[in-house]
C-alpha cells in the first residue's frame, strides 16, 4: 500500500531519495508498485522503478479521471503505463446523496464528495488541522469544517 515501513508512508516529487531505503530496507524487486497517496507517479531509486499506481475514486493533483498503471511482462522484463479515464463526475457526485452516503457519513462524507469534485486532498489537511481538537472535544467536526472550508 505505501511502504514496508508503514501504511501512512507517502512518496512525492519532494521526497528525498534518501527515505526509500528506510522505506524499503529488505527489498531487491526492480519494480515496487504502491498506491497510498493517490498520485501516478514514477520514482527512479537506484535501480528501481517506484510506481504509484494512481487512484480510481479519490483522485489528487486536480485530475477528475480515473487513474491506474497497467504491468506486463515481456519476455524477461516488465513494461509500465499509467493510464487515465474520464468518466461522468457529476453523476458519482449525485450518488453521495441519492444512496444516503452523505447522510450516512457526515462530515467525513462531504469531503469526500468535495475530493472528487476538486480532485484535490480535503480529508487528510483537515484532519492534519483539526484532528486533536476534535478528538480533545474542543470543537465539534461540522464547526470544524465550516473554518475549514473558510481557509
Known sequence: HASQRSERDSIVMHTAATEF???FPHTDATLIVRGHNHAAQVRIWQQRFIITAGAIGLHSGGLR??????????QSSWTFEHHLVEYDVERTLRRFTETGYLEATGV?????????????????PFMRLYGAAIQSGEITMERALERFQQL
Open 21 to 23: 531505503p528506510l522505506m
Open 65 to 74: 479521471a480515473a487513474q491506474y498503471v497497467l504491468l506486463e511482462r515481456r
Open 108 to 124: 467525513a462524507g462531504r469531503l469526500f464528495q468535495r475530493e472528487i469534485d476538486i480532485a484535490t486532498l480535503q480529508w487528510l
